[in-house]
């Protein structure tokens, strides 16, 4: 008689209760963006008390976006290894670690704990999705669009409080940077359940997952990964300084900075709620695309009113993001190859964003005007309504 193969071994040990691994899901989002958001209202601070030149203090803020772009398509290949609840918990120390270095003299470790809290969130950010997917199936929209908006929520509060939290003191900002490794060792704690699961390979090399790059649908996805991504980084660098250029202040435009990013979970939760209403996501990724045309519009022929386009912009990414999330595990056929998407349209999309600023700022610098800064954001996103709609039709890669 022929032997047959053994089966594979089971994906999880120990059956956990659906509510346990949404929060803990839930707490791993509460960490994806606050650790950067935290650095920008505090930057100066930063610089005077470190000696950082304005380059220098750029650089610093770009590490992050760099760590994403170059450690995305890594990640799949750690859940590979290590089992796919191992590597997220892995990540999320390394997070804590990464926040405590940074707050932590001498110099050198201000670099090297923002490279490594940019390592630990691009692996975040991959293979979260793909958890959604294999352990939420059929919530795929509700479940990334809850956590999305949960991750914008904290990212707004975290860029809020920096600055209190900082004080008048001159290494205040180490305070106010480094309280929120807590945040992440609490997501720990309540994830450490979770890593009890086998460590059998999480994510192992489909046909589907091994060839996302040679997707034309793949390559959709990633497109408007990209130019949602880019569109948000630009308006958080450079939002407050073309309201400031049309002579709004500084206080008000700095508010509506915060109301930017508020709006943001909202549109997280409007999408979470209509994704799986209709019977694709093309109305969702058009409409909040010309959403955002009618803002980036708005602020060039009637800036006066920079507040309701703030807000308008700030929706649309909120719905645009949490479909762009969503969509990895929508197009796919299983959580492998979601993590392989994603782990492709992070890395592109990230370099796009890191890009996006500094691409803006130097053609402001080069027009003295933010004229066609924005034309050009505008025509972006227009493209970005034609890859959405293409991305959010009803089929799979492979």
């Known amino acids: 008689m022929t032997a047959r193969p053994a089966p594979a071994p089971p994906e999880r040990g120990t ?12 707490l791993i989002a509460t960490n994806l963006r606050a650790a950067i958001t935290t650095l920008g209202p505090i930057l100066s601070l930063v610089q005077t008390d470190q000696g950082l030149s304005s380059v220098a203090a750029s650089v610093l803020v770009s590490v992050p976006l760099i760590a ?18 191992r590597a997220l918990g892995a990540a999320v120390l390394l997070l804590a670690i990464g926040i405590l270095l940074r ?21 975040l950010n991959v293979l979260l999705p793909a958890l959604v997917k294999r352990d939420f199936p059929t919530r795929i929209g509700p479940i990334t669009g809850t956590y999305t908006a949960v991750q914008s929520g904290v990212a707004a509060i ?22 929120w490794a ?13 890593l009890r699961r086998s460590a059998a390979p999480a994510l192992a090399q489909t046909t589907g997952a091994a ?16 130019l949602q991504s880019l569109a948000f980084y630009v308006l958080v660098t450079w939002l407050s300084s073309i309201e400031h250029a049309a002579g709004i202040s500084s206080v008000t435009a700095g508010f509506h900075q915060l109301l930017f990013n ?6 997280s939760l409007v999408c979470s709620a209509l994704i799986h209403r209709l019977p694709d996501q093309r ?33 649309a990414g909120g719905n645009t993001l949490a479909l762009a999330l969503s969509l990895f595990g929508l197009r796919t056929k299983d959580y492998s190859a979601a993590g392989a998407l994603s782990g492709m349209a992070q890395s592109a999309g990230y370099t796009l964003a890191a890009l996006g600023p500094v691409v803006i700022g130097a053609i402001h610098d080069a027009a003295s005007s933010w004229t066609p800064a924005l034309g050009v954001l505008i025509g972006l996103a227009v493209v970005q309504a034609v890859f959405g709609g293409l991305a959010s039709r009803p089929r799979t890669i492979g």
């Open 15 to 26: 059956p956990l209760r659906p509510a346990l691994i949404l929060v803990g899901v839930l």
């Open 68 to 85: 994403f772009a170059v450690c995305s398509p890594i990640a799949p290949k750690v859940a590979a290894k290590l089992g796919l609840e």
């Open 103 to 123: 707050s932590t003299p001498p110099q050198p470790l201000l670099w090297i704990g923002t490279a490594l809290l940019g390592v630990a969130i691009a692996i």
């Open 158 to 179: 975290a860029a809020g409080v920096a600055v209190p939290l900082a004080g008048q003191q001159a290494g205040g900002w180490r305070l106010s940077l480094g309280v």
């Open 182 to 194: 807590g945040l992440a060792l609490v997501a720990l704690g309540v994830f450490l359940p979770q």
């Open 211 to 226: 060839r996302p790059w040679t997707s034309a649908l793949a390559w959709q996805v990633t497109i408007f990964m990209g």
């Open 262 to 267: 508020l709006s943001g979970l909202a549109g």
């Open 283 to 315: 109305v969702i990724a058009v409409v909040a695309s010309l959403l955002l045309t009618i803002a980036l519009t708005g602020l060039l022929v009637a800036p006066g009113i920079a507040v309701l386009w703030a807000v308008l912009a700030g929706f």
